[in-house]
């Protein structure tokens, strides 16, 4: 089970951190991802990060401005979101792959329920 947390309303400029606790799994084992959706939109890929988080990924539209890191000890990855512009208002999704270090979202097994986090201009 994911749960995404930290959400919320922030001015363009401003920062926010997302949460994803994660239980019921050996959360080392799995690679780990953000993606978003806006209304009207189609999922799209954020960040992801490899078991260890010596690795990561992002897409070009967040990249310098988002990092996602994680805590295995804590079973918990983080995606910290700074300069956030009104484009980045969606609904953020965590997910859990076990197969593959991925942006695509096919590959991810397992989601959580999504946090709003709206960036007013």
């Known amino acids: 089970q994911l749960q995404a947390s930290g959400g919320g309303l922030v001015q363009a400029g401003g920062s926010l951190r997302l949460s994803c606790a994660a239980s019921g799994r050996t959360f080392s084992n799995y690679f780990m991802g953000w993606f978003r959706q806006a209304p009207g939109k189609e999922r799209e890929f954020v960040a992801a990060i490899s078991r260890s988080g010596a690795s990561t990924l992002y897409a070009d539209s967040v990249k310098g401005r988002f990092t996602i890191s994680r805590d295995n000890a804590k079973n918990t990855v983080y995606l910290q979101m700074n300069s956030l512009k009104p484009e980045d208002s969606s609904v953020y999704y965590c997910?859990?792959?076990?197969?593959?270090?991925?942006?695509?979202?096919?590959?991810?097994?397992?989601w959580g329920q999504g946090t709003l986090v709206t960036v007013s201009s």
């Open positions: 997910a859990a792959s076990f197969r593959m270090f991925t942006m695509q979202s096919r590959e991810y097994d397992d």
